[in-house]
């Protein structure tokens, strides 16, 4: 008797065990599905070492539209190492961190699950600081240590007792435009849909953004065109979303206050159907459009440096051999920023390439409704609009209807 109750209690005792380890089980499960924990493999980590840092507290901070908010933090040990591991973004998009002891700060951004290494020292952990991990977060200590020169130039005309209150200001005022001069033409231009440049876009001097997206025309055309690349590559993101908005304020904000004349006689006005505009050819000759009224016209509003433009000239260049000798005409307008890339990329082109410099904030582009690119138009024989490019499922059979 005394041993079958012994075997009972041994076997209600498994069963708790079992029982419980099953409750641990479901309880993981749950924690990891529902709260979104994934395993170690499917983060992404900070990892690395601030040296002569021991007892500090060392941030990681995410820069969000909302502002920044702390992801983590770590009191440094006396070697000065850390290990941050992040869920992934459930975003498509960049997103941007930065680590901070202090006022001392490190830019990075994190593109994918990939693991980020910083070695610093905590003297110079702003300015002297090593990061692995992607080109996009090293090209963003360029700019950070261009923005930290920039500011040491000003301490050092601050202090500068030869010169006049006005001529500090002037000095100051050619020191901006030449740190942005050099942020448009070696980060933005370059590539306009990298992290790096969203990143440039957003410098701040003296606690004032250095772009002006609100009422400076040209400032408007790069925040455009680096929003149109991230539509592109972003579609839906929330960061895309908010650079969309932001460039389409400025456009509205600085178009121009009279109201915009076409050049277009009265007679000419009752005998087309589209709004006559020229502008000019590689070799610098005006084409207008109206100079293809006998053509059946694709007019494509477009970017070289779109991402998916290399693709796009392909199809173009089927439909040009396919239709030309029929009476397809391809009229393409580029809104690129940098001339000479322009230029660069168009020169092999077979069909008629123009350069509006204006971008986006040409009249011409606003009143053709040229939000996003690309955008295109199919114009029949004798300039008569047909269609604008979403409105046209099938753009070969809406060009043979119109052939």
Known sequence: MRKRKAQQTNQAIMRGVIAMALIVLVVCYLFLTLVGCS???????????????????????????????????????????????????????????????????????????????????????????????????????????????????????????????????????????????????????????????????????????????????????YFAAVATQWEQLYPGALRTENLRNIAMRGIRNTRPPRPIEIQIDSDKVREIGIIDFGFKDISGQERRLTDYAQNVILLDFTAYSLPASQQRNIELRELYAKYHSRGLEIYQVSLDLDEHYWKTMCDQLPWVCVHCPEGFANDMVQLYSVTAIPTYFLIGRGSELKARGEDIPNIQKAIEHEL
């Open 39 to 221: 395993p170690a493999g499917e983060r992404f980590h900070v990892q690395g070492r601030i040296s002569g840092a021991e007892d500090s507290i060392l941030v990681l901070e995410a820069m969000t539209l909302n502002g920044v908010q702390a992801v983590d933090s770590v009191r440094l040990t006396d070697a000065g190492d850390f290990d941050f591991a992040m869920l992934p973004d459930t975003s498509s998009a960049p997103e941007f961190y930065r680590l901070r002891i202090g006022s001392q700060v490190i830019n990075f951004v994190v593109d994918s699950l990939e693991e980020i290494t910083v070695q610093a020292l905590m003297q110079q952990m702003a300015s002297g600081y090593e990061i692995q991990g992607n080109e996009a977060s090293r090209t963003m200590k360029t700019i950070s240590l261009l923005n930290i020169q920039l500011q040491q130039q000003f301490a050092a005309l601050d202090k500068d007792a030869s010169l006049s209150a006005l001529e500090k200001m002037e000095r100051a005022r050619v020191l901006v435009n030449d740190y942005k001069r050099t942020l448009k033409r070696d980060f933005i231009l370059t590539d306009p849909a990298s992290p790096a440049a969203y990143f440039a876009l957003f410098q701040t001097v003296g606690g004032q953004m250095l772009f002006n997206p609100e009422s400076d025309r040209d400032d408007v055309q």
